[in-house]
Nanobody, 125 residues
Framework: VQLQASGGGLVQAGGSLRLSCVAS????????MGWFRQTPGKEREFVAG????????DYADSVKGRFTISRDNAKNTVYLQMTSPKPEDTAVYYC???????????????????WGQGTLVTVSS
C-alpha cells in the first residue's frame, strides 16, 4: 500500500473533519500530494493539492475558503482539514501522489501516480 487514507466519517454541516493520508514505499518523496473526491455516477474530481516544497498550492473553487490542505514531510503525511462542510461535500475522498513536480498543481487524475483506497465522508444537514 503506497497511500493510506483515514479520518472519514459522519459530520454535521458546519462542523469540521480532518482527513489524513500517509505515504509509504515508492510514494514517499512524491513531489505533489493531493485530494480528490467522487460520488456515485460522477467522475473523480480534484479537491486540493500541494507540492513538497510549498511552491504550489491549489483548491477547487467549491472548497476554497473552507478546506485546507497541509503536508508534514517528516511524517510523509498530507492532511485535508474540512471546515464548514456542506451536504454536497459528501463523497469518497481519495489521496493521490505524483512523483514529478509540475506547477501549477495538476488537477486531472491521469497526472497522479499513486492512489489511496478512499475514505467516505458523509455530511448531514
Amino acid at each position: 500500500v503506497q497511500l493510506q487514507a483515514s479520518g472519514g466519517g459522519l459530520v454535521q454541516a458546519g462542523g469540521s473533519l480532518r482527513l489524513s493520508c500517509v505515504a509509504s514505499g515508492r510514494a514517499v518523496g512524491a513531489t505533489i500530494m493531493g485530494w480528490f473526491r467522487q460520488t456515485p455516477g460522477k467522475e473523480r474530481e480534484f479537491v486540493a493539492g500541494t507540492s513538497r516544497g510549498g511552491q504550489g498550492l491549489d483548491y477547487a473553487d467549491s472548497v476554497k475558503g473552507r478546506f485546507t490542505i497541509s503536508r508534514d514531510n517528516a511524517k510523509n503525511t498530507v492532511y485535508l482539514q474540512m471546515t464548514s462542510p456542506k451536504p454536497e461535500d459528501t463523497a469518497v475522498y481519495y489521496c493521490a501522489a505524483r512523483r514529478r513536480l509540475t506547477i501549477p498543481i495538476p488537477k486531472k487524475t491521469d497526472n497522479y501516480d499513486y492512489w489511496g483506497q478512499g475514505t467516505l465522508v458523509t455530511v448531514s444537514s
